[in-house]
């Protein structure tokens, strides 16, 4: 998630741990380099049902509502990431694209 990178009143924990898998998945591209191609990818607003659970579990209504109008003004369909990925599998084995971030156009 782009969390990992900025992160929002209400959202600390869920960004320190996108940050976590960022800083995890860098030691692991370190430790295994020229045996595995590590890439974090970070997706903004997404149309998944991961974003609906996440503002659905939000306790402060103010906070979920804003959040619902926010997908609804941003989200990105899903097959826009996977283009992404795509792009990272398809490089030559001797390329490693570490991170990819990954967000709509109208997503600041």
């Given at each position: 998630s782009t969390s990992a990178r900025k992160t929002v009143p209400g959202q600390a924990v869920y960004s320190g741990t996108k940050a976590a898998v960022t800083a995890i998945s860098d030691g692991l591209r370190q430790e295994l380099v020229g045996r595995v191609r590590v890439t974090v990818v970070h997706p903004?607003?997404?149309?998944?049902?991961?974003?609906?659970?996440?503002?659905?579990?939000?306790?402060?209504?103010?906070?979920?509502?804003?959040?619902?109008?926010?997908?609804?003004?941003?989200?990105?369909?899903?097959?826009?990431?996977?283009?992404?990925?795509?792009?990272?599998?398809?490089q030559p084995d001797d390329v490693n694209v570490g991170e990819l971030v990954v967000r709509p156009s109208k997503q600041a």
């Open positions: 903004g607003v997404t149309a998944t049902e991961g974003v609906d659970v996440l503002i659905q579990s939000m306790n402060d209504p103010k906070l979920r509502e804003q959040m619902t109008q926010w997908r609804d003004a941003l989200a990105m369909p899903p097959d826009a990431v996977a283009r992404a990925i795509e792009y990272a599998i398809e």
